[in-house]
Every structure is written in structure tokens, then in C-alpha cells.
């Protein structure tokens, strides 16, 4: 192998100290919606949220006195690019870092928040990417590559040395792949320290570069993910050896298990998962009686979630479960009608949380008006009382939201 | 005092190894935000999310096996109902949860998740809490009191002795304060094991029974708050003269700060802290003054808020920060000219998420049409940006949301 235990114990001496050792705990919630007996260790709890600070720290802190005045380089719009800002900061070594001229602000502004000098060029990543080795040449800086360097993989490693002094009875770990960083490292860490333990990666079905490269399969690359942070086209040349060494499976994930994953971790873990993060989990829910029984260590990789995405994520799985639904109303067209209505809807025990009255749809005659009442329900049980009881009305309901659309 | 440093030893011994031990970490995120170097214990993290478990443990170790086998009762709707009944059912005590007849499903099947018997009954907690002691009475069951019975205080003194131990640096605990069950017990075993760090209490501006009892003040105490698991009525008879003792200085916190402090939880630390959970940061944001500078420790102590009320936080912070704006535009109601304006928000960099149509206004001409687009945008400069590019259009834009609302 070209990165080895030696490698990860001697990155663990370098970072110790200066990035967190990260909870795990086990997780009977999860345990119980999986059937496996689950460990989770909250990568998520780094200062910059994700597990990206190990290896860049790992690599910074090998630089030599010249390359540090020099500074680094690195390319990234994600948790990289603030893992590699954080700690050159906090070792007074300048950095750049290169983002594509797409990325949104909140990114650029969190980068730049850790001191770091960003610089948008290329209208991808791909792009972006060699901008940046470009760069590093020019100006004498070093590269810091997200996955693809020896040290980067080491310092990943760390996270299955800790996991397996807490909880020596894992036996196996599901760890998200996208470039392949923190998988290789803690595969090579896991099976040095504890032979029999199974390693299982986690991909998105959207970006299945490792599935393909192993299976040999040309599955397309590409698409928007929820899973961000390991939408990576292409495999690391380094990580690729050993993935295929030491690595049993992969399990391709899609958006709809990605969502369920993060929104588990929300509600049953209280704590916060990007889809990439949520990526092991996901796996977990994806392929249920690959796991049921195991004894499994999940890393929650990241949290640098859109708080938008996560509120609409959060909204949408109470749509699921039939806790928030829609319902369309035929009703004349006269005052007071309503009033009557939302008295009903009250008493039934429903909250009330929109109106929506239409008066165009050709169906609805002259003097009639269509209403789409959206409510809060306590399940789907009682969604499914509250359209009986309106149909015994004369309202004839219709189902109008997701919950419904599924059924 | 009526609960010693000794008895809180004790309950740490017995609850060893059946309750987490929490993390603590340091913030700096929270600390950049307040000002003050703060570290935070994540009792949010324990199985059923919140420290209620150390306390109702604590009393359930200590029963007999003739109180064992009768069974307990407990009170509540919230976390010490969660936390009786998980820790009943691993010990094999029968378990009766009272809770009003008012409480939603979703607490009610939690708890019955856990194995207890749920009886509703009585229209307010007061009423359950009567009955309960009434039942405890008649059926020879062990009452197991939220915060006023000295083996559930000196439970919940457990978190100070875990944070001293990790972080005796602490020279300030700011802990939330609703029967007095929690801040009771880690002043005593704070004050016992550090005579010089200072325990302020964050309790509900609406609910300032603590601050009443102690300042001698009648405010009024009622009315809906986020922080439900502190909205209690009346101070404990054992908790107060404890409080009395101990506490310097009860700071009172408002809806907003309890709501902006639960958002600071999630975006900043990735964790979920209900409204109660969130008040001892909600105390720092309300008086930052009087924490600046200084070495403090905030018990993150529960996690479980309701993921709509949640959802809806984050979308109202977007729309205080103007990442979610709304414009009201007039324009000529013919074919096409949603298509242009469509595509200029399109142009300016802005997302439209929701487009509504109204004929009804009566300010509008009868051949125009007012459409509120609501938009995602990068910042507030962003959206003032988009305001402007659209009057120089000629489509007089109104800002007509909650971020414009409070400029």
C-alpha cells in the first residue's frame, strides 16, 4: 500500500490537538430503523464541520519552513476549501483557494471568514481544478489536493484508529466515497488494526466513478445531488489501489435515500448531515439485509447543509408521513362559507397552516370556488378521518400533496 | 443544602454506564458570536435527548424491589416522560406516564415507544400532575417528580461534575431554569467543586417564576413560548432555597432570542436544541455584556423540538438575513410579461421560488395585475441590488417581507 499504518499513526501524532476527537456514540434510533447495532462518529462536530480538516492538517503541518512562508493552493467550493483555510491560518501560512466563478456566496464568504484569499476561475470544477495546479506552478505554492496525496489519505485515516479504541466489536464500517480520501485511509487504518472487519463505501447512484472503475461499468456521471461533497467525476489514482484492495462493496445511493438519511439524523439524532454525510446511512437504508445484525461504525462525514434544502427537506419527509397535507375543496361562493369550514377543520383537530382560494378552474361552477386548505394532522390516520368526515360534509375532498401523490 | 456534593457523587455512580456521557466541545463559532469563550455539553445527545435521563435513572435506581415491582408514575409531556419510561423499561418497572389530554400524538407514541402505559387525562399539566399524585396514591405507585425530589436534583448534578473534570478552566455555567430541577443540582456540584465559578439561570421572559420568587417581582407567567420545556408555573419548594443559594443572577429571555439561539445551535454547531435547550445561549445573546470575555459553559439540555416549528425557524432567518425575499411588483396583464420578468430575476442571479397572481387590489389598474415573486438571493446587498435593478425596469417593487419589515 502506499499510505500504511505507520502513515496514519504518525498523522495522528501531527494533528493531535488541533482538530477535535470527534464523539461516537451508539444510536439506538438508528439501530432500531435499520436492524443493524450502529455507531456514529460526528465528523460533524469539527470546527469547520467535516472531517476535511485531518487530512489538510496532516499536510500542512508536514510542509518545511520555505513552503510554508511560500504558502498553499487548493481547489475546492466545499468542506476542503474551509478545512485547508482554518488551520493555514491558524499556522500563519497563506492560502488560496480556487472556486469555480459559479459558486454561491455563502461558500466564498465562509472561506474567506477563515482568512483565506479566494479566487473564482473556471466554470467548473474541472476547470477550477487546473487553474489551480496552473497557479501552484507559477507562484511556487504547495497543492493541496482533497484526496489525492498521500498525506491527505493518512490524515483521514485517523477516524477509524479512533472509532476502533472506542468500539473494538465493529464489524464493519460504511464510509461515503467520492474522490476516495476517507475511505482509503480508513480502510487502510481498519484492516491494519483489525483484519476481519468488513469496509463498505457509500457513493451517490448519481456519481458512481468508484462502482464503474470497479465493475467495470460505464454508468453515467452526473446530475444535482444532494450529496455535493462527493459528486466527484472521476477516481483518485492514489485511492483507486486501494479501494479495490481493501474495500468488500460499494452501494450506490440515491437522492430519495439521501434525504431519508439526512432527515433520520435530524429527527432521530438531533444533529445536522449534509447528503454527503448522511451518505453511510443512506447505504444502511438502500440495502437494509446487507446490514441487519452487523455491528456498524457510520461516519457522519459532514454537516455543511443549505439551511433551506434542510428545511425543505424536513418539510417534505411530515408531507410523507401524511403530518402536513393538502386538500382541495369545492364550496359556494358566498360569505361566511369559510368560516364554516375552518370551524370544521378545527374541531376535527386539524391546524390549519393555508388557504388557497382559486375561482379560475373551469370545473368548478359559476358561483362555486375551489379552496386548497393545507393542514397539520397528528398521522395518517387521522389525515384519512379528516377526509372521510369532509366527504360525509358534501366537500367532496381531494388530496392534493405529496403523501397523497404517493400512495 | 438538601442535596450535597455527596448524594450527586452517589447518582453518578449509580446512572454510571446507563446514561451517555455527553461530549463537551469548545464553540468557536458561539464564542465569535458572543464574545465570550464558550464550551458546550451536549445533553441532547443522551438516547431519549435530553438530561432528564440522569435524574429520573437516578431515582428509579434507588427503589426497592417492592417499590420495583409496584411501578412508578411520573407527570410530564415532554422529556421526563421520554426519560421515565426508557429507563422503567430497561429496569423492568412498570410505568405510567400522566400527560393532559391536550398533548399532541407525537409525544404521546414517543413515550408509548418506549414501553409506558400513557393515560390523558386533565386539560392542563396541573390538572395531570393532580391526578397523577392522586394515582401514585390510590394504585401504591412511586411518584417520580420532574425536579422537586432530591434524587432526581442530585441526577441531574451529574453534567457540572463531566464539564469540571474536562474544562475546570469554567469560571461561569450558564444553565436554563424551569422548576429548577437541572440549574439545582449543578450549582451544588459546581459551587462544591470550584467555590469561585459563577451559575447564572436562563429562564422564559414568559414564564419568570424564578425571577419573581427571587427578585420578589409579580410579573405575569403564561402564554405560548418556544421554550416549552421550561414554561413552568411554579418554582420548586426544594429547588428554590438551592437557587437562592447558588445562582447570581436569573437573565430573562425573550421569543427572539430563544428562537435566533436555536438557529445558532443549527447553523453554526449542526446540532438541534429545542427551545429550552437553547436558552442558556439565548441568555448570551440577550445580555452579551455580561458574559463578554468571560470562560462559560452552556448545558445544551434537550433536543427535541418539533422538525415543523424547526423548518420554519431557519426559513425565518433566511428572511431576517434577506436570503428569502419577497417583492411586489405591478405590471400589464398580458401574455408574455411573466416570461420577462421571470427571466430578469433570472439574469440578476436570483432564484424564484414562489410566484403569486393577484387581480383583487384595488390600487392596481384594471388591465394590470400585482405578482409577488419571492426569491432566493445571495445577501441582503444582493437583494437591494435586485430592488434597484428592477424600479430603474419600471415595475416599482415593494418589498413586502419579513426582512424588509424590520429595516
Redesign the interface.
Known amino acids: 500500500m502506499t499510505v500504511t499504518l505507520a502513515d496514519i499513526e504518525a498523522a495522528r501524532r501531527a494533528i493531535a490537538g488541533h482538530v477535535?476527537r470527534?464523539?461516537m456514540?451508539p444510536a439506538?434510533?438508528l439501530s432500531a430503523l435499520t436492524g443493524a447495532s450502529v455507531r456514529v462518529k460526528?465528523e460533524?462536530?469539527q470546527?469547520t464541520?467535516s472531517f476535511k480538516e485531518r487530512g489538510a492538517l496532516n499536510k500542512l503541518a508536514a510542509l518545511g519552513a520555505a513552503e510554508r512562508a511560500r504558502g498553499v493552493i487548493a481547489m475546492s467550493a466545499g468542506n476542503h476549501a474551509q478545512a485547508v483555510a482554518y488551520h493555514a491560518a491558524r499556522l500563519g501560512i497563506p492560502a488560496t483557494i480556487v472556486m469555480p466563478v459559479t459558486t454561491?456566496?455563502?461558500k466564498i464568504?465562509a472561506t474567506q471568514a477563515y482568512g483565506a484569499e479566494v479566487v473564482l476561475e473556471g466554470e467548473s470544477l474541472t476547470e477550477a481544478q487546473a487553474r489551480a495546479e496552473a497557479s501552484a506552478r507559477e507562484r511556487g505554492l504547495t497543492f493541496v489536493h482533497p484526496y489525492d496525496d498521500p498525506l491527505v489519505v493518512a490524515g483521514q485515516g485517523t477516524i477509524a484508529l479512533e472509532m476502533l479504541e472506542e468500539a473494538p466489536e465493529l464489524d464493519m464500517l460504511v464510509i461515503p466515497i467520492g474522490g476516495g480520501g476517507l475511505i482509503a485511509g480508513n480502510a487502510v487504518a481498519a484492516r491494519a488494526k483489525k483484519p476481519t472487519i468488513e469496509i463498505i463505501g457509500a457513493e451517490a447512484a448519481l456519481y458512481p466513478s468508484f462502482w464503474n472503475a470497479l465493475n467495470g461499468e460505464h454508468r453515467p456521471v452526473g446530475g444535482p445531488t444532494l450529496a455535493e461533497g462527493i459528486a466527484v467525476k472521476n477516481v483518485g489514482v492514489l485511492t483507486l489501489p486501494i479501494v479495490r484492495a481493501l474495500v468488500s462493496e460499494i452501494v450506490l445511493v440515491d437522492e430519495a435515500h439521501l434525504e431519508r438519511a439526512v432527515n433520520a439524523y435530524?429527527?432521530l439524532?438531533?444533529?445536522?448531515a449534509e447528503g454527503a454525510g448522511a451518505a453511510g446511512l443512506a447505504a444502511m437504508l438502500a440495502k437494509p439485509e446487507r446490514f441487519r445484525g452487523r455491528k456498524v461504525g457510520l461516519i457522519l462525514c459532514g454537516?455543511?447543509i443549505d439551511?433551506?434544502i434542510?428545511?425543505?427537506i424536513?418539510?417534505r419527509?411530515?408531507e410523507r408521513e401524511n403530518?402536513?397535507v393538502s386538500f382541495r375543496l369545492t364550496i359556494p361562493d358566498r360569505p361566511g362559507v369559510l368560516g364554516v369550514i375552518a370551524t370544521r377543520f378545527g374541531q376535527l383537530g386539524a391546524n390549519i397552516l393555508e388557504v388557497e382560494h382559486s375561482r379560475l378552474f373551469l370545473d368548478v361552477p359559476a358561483k362555486g370556488v375551489t379552496i386548497d386548505v393545507t393542514v397539520?394532522t397528528?398521522?395518517a390516520a387521522?389525515a384519512d378521518e379528516i377526509a372521510r368526515a369532509l366527504a360525509a360534509d358534501g366537500y367532496r375532498p381531494q388530496r392534493i400533496d405529496a403523501g397523497a401523490a404517493m400512495e
Open positions: 477535535v470527534t464523539p456514540l439506538p434510533k460526528y460533524n462536530m470546527v464541520n454561491p456566496f455563502v464568504e435530524l429527527t439524532q438531533k444533529t445536522m454537516g455543511n439551511p433551506r434542510l428545511a425543505s424536513m418539510v419527509e411530515l403530518r402536513i397539520e397528528r398521522d387521522h
